[in-house]
């Protein structure tokens, strides 16, 4: 597969076309933001942690009916998808209340909901990514009513699926963001990437942060704790 034209350079990724106009080449960079680009800085070795756990969570959820945009891995830091147009939506599901939710509800982190939660946010840099109602997402047209209603189940599927392979792991996952994209015949397929830098995740006995967290909290052992997530992950996927 030839690497062409680069077409985009996100925070995290660039994106490259390839001869076949259905498949694009994904390049993970060790760059990492937060606080949409206000905090910056690297974590040597994310991309390439980064791009073998996403291909890895892909391909279980695969298996579990869940299709994705990915084709194949490529290198240690660029993996060979399907090109989608990103549905403009960005997909969270929580478990265990954190991050902004504790912010903007006034709960503790840590409190396990009696159910898991989505939200749905506005893909929207300029805009700082700004939480909205589905009534807000048809207004918009950023998707259908039947879209809408794929991505919710889809999401509620990968939380089931990956809160079941991370307990394998010793870990807990407490919330996640997802992306979704169309395929040119228009199906909706899990797109982006799933990560610590997308998750969190708390080791299970003691709570300890395994995530990007530690960097944007300035946690320290940021390094260490993609290694240690990756860890765990290949270990489980040889049991
Ligand atoms: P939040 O609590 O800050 O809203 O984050 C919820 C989850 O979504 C958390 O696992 C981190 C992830 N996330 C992203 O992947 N990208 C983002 O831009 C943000 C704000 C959160």
Known sequence: MIKGEMLYEGKAKKVFATEDPELLIIDYKDDATAFNGLKRGTIAGKGIINNEMSNALMRMLE???????????????????????????????????????????????????????????????????????????????????????????????????????????GVTLVDFKLEFGRLSDGTIVLADEISPDTCRLWDAKTGEKLDKDRFRRDLGGVEEAYREIMGRLKKQLEA
Do not use: Q
Not at 76 to 99: D, H, Q, S, W
Not at 133 to 154: F, G, P, Q, V, W
């Open 63 to 169: 298996t579990k009916g869940v299709p994705t945009h990915l084709v194949k891995e490529l290198s240690e830091r660029e993996t060979l998808v399907k090109r989608v147009k990103i549905v403009p939506l960005e997909v969270i599901v929580r478990n265990i209340a954190a991050g902004s939710f504790s912010k903007r509800y006034g709960i503790d982190e840590g409190k396990v909901f009696a159910e898991p939660t989505i939200e749905i946010s506005y893909k929207n840099d300029a805009l700082g990514d700004p939480l909205l109602n589905e009534y807000h997402a048809l207004a918009m047209e950023l998707c259908t009513r039947a879209e809408l209603d794929m991505i919710k189940s889809y999401s509620f599927k990968i939380n089931d699926e990956l809160k079941k392979f991370w307990a394998g792991c």
